[in-house]
T-cell receptor, first 110, second 117 residues
Framework: RKEVEQDPGPFNVPEGATVAFNCTYSNSASQSFFWYRQDCRKEPKLLMSVYSSGNEDGRFTAQLNRASQYISLLIRDSKLSDSATYLCVAASGGYNKLIFGAGTRLAVHP | AAGVIQSPRHLIKEKRETATLKCYPIPRHDTVYWYQQGPGQDPQFLISFYEKMQSDKGSIPDRFSAQQFSDYHSELNMSSLELGDSALYFC????????????????FGPGTRLLVL
């Protein structure tokens, strides 16, 4: 079982839709959480950090529930350019190596 | 803004050859991480360095070694290459900061695509 689990998708949604991704982590020692976005054959790019009770950045909202070891990402008003793989990531330890989920693929269509 | 630089961007080697991948972190970042991403896989942590000392080790084969130099750039040395080493190798860097702070965020380079034939 992977330390970070997420639904691989794909999620196929029309432009303007709201889509939610879920993620669970098994290591209760994990301290920080992130959502990274990865386009095909490119490097992961930080989308959002998720601390404490979560945060919002424009159309994106991330939530963290430490008791349930659950993280979510909500994307509102989806754009074609949101099409990518979204990686749920946990960090733990003094030098915070990142543990990645397998990624959730999102395809936004016209 | 300056980003993480990796070289080469693409590399083709034959089995049993050696390869050296280089990473230049964002200026003033003192921590470097190496990740391997196989085809259709998520990135897997290999090794990290903080202030030129190895700080953590993941699933890095014994055939691989790495180091961080005085200018904070890092090199990943891979010997006796195998077909299964074909992957994207990412380097990431982060700046010094208190645990849980914005500074711990890792920024990834564009990766080196290694193909072993």
């Amino acid at each position: 079982r992977k330390e970070v689990e997420q639904d691989p998708g794909p999620f196929n949604v029309p432009e303007g839709a709201t889509v939610a991704f879920n993620c669970t982590y098994s290591n209760s020692a994990s301290q920080s959480f992130f959502w990274y976005r990865q386009d095909c054959r490119k490097e992961p790019k930080l989308l959002m950090s998720v601390y404490s009770s979560g945060n919002e950045d424009g159309r994106f909202t991330a939530q963290l529930n430490r008791a349930s070891q659950y993280i979510s990402l909500l994307i509102r008003d989806s754009k074609l350019s949101d099409s990518a793989t979204y990686l749920c990531v946990a960090a733990s330890g003094g030098y915070n190596k990142l543990i990645f989920g397998a990624g959730t693929r999102l395809a936004v269509h016209p | 803004a300056a980003g993480v630089i990796q070289s080469p961007r693409h590399l083709i080697k034959e089995k049993r050859e050696t390869a050296t991948l280089k990473c230049y972190p964002i200026p003033r970042h003192d921590t470097v991480y190496w990740y391997q991403q196989g085809p259709g896989q998520d990135p897997q942590f290999l090794i990290s360095f903080y202030e030129k000392m190895q700080s953590d080790k993941g699933s890095i084969p014994d055939r691989f070694s790495a180091q961080q130099f005085s200018d904070y750039h890092s090199e990943l040395n891979m010997s006796s290459l195998e077909l299964g080493d074909s992957a994207l190798y990412f380097c990431a860097s982060s700046s010094p900061g208190r645990w849980g702070s914005e500074q711990e965020t890792q920024y990834f380079g564009p990766g080196t695509r290694l193909l072993v034939l």
